[in-house]
């Protein structure tokens, strides 16, 4: 059986990823996704409304690990586009 993958669509969303599992560890985070009710995506939010827990602010969320960021970025960017704002 294949290992159940969080979608991780932009760099918010995988800082969200990060922090989860920290915050449960991911085997019990990548179990929760299995149980995304419906058609919903396992996106960060919905792995987390499983979970029964509430994603931080994004300014609460961890750094991307600098294998995780785009060549050459230097740090993580805001929905604003800026770097380390």
Same mark, same amino acid.
């Given at each position: 059986?294949?290992?159940?993958?969080?979608?991780?669509?932009?760099?918010?969303?995988?800082?969200?990823?990060?922090?989860?599992?920290?915050?449960?560890? =991911?085997?019990?985070?990548?179990?929760?996704?299995? %149980?995304? !009710?419906? @058609?919903? #995506?396992?996106?960060?939010?919905?792995?987390? +409304?499983?979970?029964?827990? =509430?994603?931080?602010?994004?300014?609460?969320?961890? %750094?991307? !690990?600098? @294998?995780? #960021?785009?060549?050459?970025?230097?740090?993580? +960017?805001?929905?604003?586009?800026?770097?380390?704002?």
């Amino acid at each position: 059986m294949d290992r159940p993958e969080p979608e991780l669509t932009n760099d918010r969303a995988k800082r969200e990823w990060l922090w989860l599992c920290r915050k449960v560890g =991911e085997k019990r985070a990548r179990a929760a996704i299995a %149980r995304i !009710p419906g @058609k919903r #995506r396992a996106y960060p939010l919905n792995i987390a +409304r499983v979970l029964g827990i =509430e994603l931080p602010p994004p300014e609460e969320l961890p %750094r991307l !690990p600098e @294998k995780w #960021r785009p060549p050459g970025e230097k740090g993580d +960017r805001c929905s604003r586009n800026c770097v380390n704002c």
